[in-house]
């Protein structure tokens, strides 16, 4: 995972990234938009099935659609 060490979100509140039931989660993904490594970041959380938090600028919702319509 030697992408984790070029991701913004490393030097940011890791909070922001596992919001709260409701939280916002805007301010993760806007990190995640000017992130250099968001692909990399992606495509570990689905392949690692990540079901928490915010990965590739992607919420889990997101990513289980995104799973869904590449089967």
């Known amino acids: 995972m030697a992408w984790q ?3 913004l979100c490393a030097q940011t509140d890791p909070e922001a ?3 709260e039931k409701g939280g ?3 301010d993760a993904k806007k990190v ?3 992130c250099t490594v ?3 970041c992606l495509d570990y ?3 690692n099935d990540e079901r928490f ?3 590739g600028g992607l919420s889990e919702r997101e990513r289980r659609k995104l799973k869904k319509r590449a089967r």
């Open 17 to 19: 990234f596992f919001p």
């Open 32 to 34: 995640c938009a000017a």
């Open 38 to 40: 968001k692909q990399e």
């Open 45 to 47: 959380a689905l392949a």
């Open 24 to 26: 916002s989660t805007r």
């Open 53 to 55: 938090g915010i990965w």
């Open 5 to 7: 060490v070029d991701a």
